[in-house]
């Protein structure tokens, strides 16, 4: 079982930035695709970002490609999306999420394990 705990949630101004953090507790978590998702009250769960094992393949979701990245430290058994420029419209619960085979799919249904989530809102 794959455990992942996010954190780097927060209240923030529009136009400002948050970083957020997702580790794991898996042994092989090089092995793993990792992505972002978000889900708004009353609303989806949303794809964000997703990269791949080596981190060399990264997949943005259109709304927040040139604001966002994501990036890993497999060192360190992390993902990070870094979030620019932050609107009204970006507050979500963002999930972290694990993805053992590998998919190119940016479907929420291709990964395995889900971490509990971290709350960002954006004010005016």
């Known amino acids: 079982q794959v455990q992942l705990v996010e954190s780097g949630g927060g209240l923030v101004q529009a136009g400002d930035s948050l970083r957020l953090s997702c580790t794991s507790s898996?042994?092989?978590?090089?092995?793993?695709?990792m992505g972002w998702f978000r889900q708004a009250p009353g609303k989806e769960r949303e794809f964000v970002a997703t990269?791949?094992?080596?981190?060399?393949?990264?997949n943005y979701a259109d709304s927040v490609k040139s604001r966002f990245t994501v990036s890993r430290d497999n060192a360190k058994n992390s993902v990070y999306l870094e979030m620019n420029s932050l609107k009204p419209e970006d507050t979500a619960v963002y999930y972290c999420?694990?993805?053992?085979?590998?998919?190119?799919?940016?479907?929420?249904?291709?990964?395995?394990?889900w971490g509990q989530g971290t709350q960002v809102t954006v004010s005016t």
């Open positions: 990269i791949s094992s080596g981190g060399r393949r990264v």
């Open positions: 999420a694990a993805d053992p085979t590998g998919s190119y799919s940016s479907s929420d249904s291709t990964f395995d394990y």
């Open positions: 898996a042994r092989t978590f090089s092995n793993y695709r």
